[in-house]
């Protein structure tokens, strides 16, 4: 069992910045690979980014590319997002995830194993 605990989210301007954090507990954290999700009111769970059991392999959505970052610490047992330029569209509930065994390339949410509660991101005009 592994237990995910996001923060950080909160409401921000269009072009500002965010640091979301994911602390783990549980197993062996670098056993497994994380993902960030987010799901906006009525819309489906998307995907957002991954990254490897080692911060070498990193994959993310198209409408995220270049503006956010994942990263990872195996000995904090602690994974990130960044997320630079926001814009409204932006706005959602993000999710940090783990596979076990994963490659840093799983992008769908029924891959995961593990869930996080959410945090709340909101991005104004």
């Known amino acids: 069992q592994v237990q995910l605990v996001e923060s950080g989210g909160g409401l921000v301007q269009a072009g500002d910045s965010l640091r979301l954090s994911c602390a783990a507990s549980?197993?062996?954290?670098?056993?497994?690979?994380m993902g960030w999700f987010r799901q906006a009111p009525g819309k489906e769970r998307e995907f957002v980014a991954a990254?490897?059991?080692?911060?070498?392999?990193?994959h993310y959505s198209d409408s995220v590319d270049g503006r956010f970052t994942i990263s990872r610490d195996n000995a904090k047992n602690m994974a990130w997002l960044q997320m630079s330029s926001l814009k409204p569209e932006d706005t959602a509930v993000y999710y940090c995830?783990?596979?076990?065994?994963?490659?840093?390339?799983?992008?769908?949410?029924?891959?995961?194993?593990?869930w996080g509660q959410g945090t709340q991101v909101t991005v104004s005009s």
């Open positions: 549980g197993r062996t954290f670098s056993n497994y690979a």
């Open positions: 995830a783990a596979v076990i065994y994963g490659s840093g390339r799983n992008n769908k949410p029924s891959e995961y194993n593990y």
């Open positions: 990254i490897g059991r080692t911060n070498g392999n990193t």
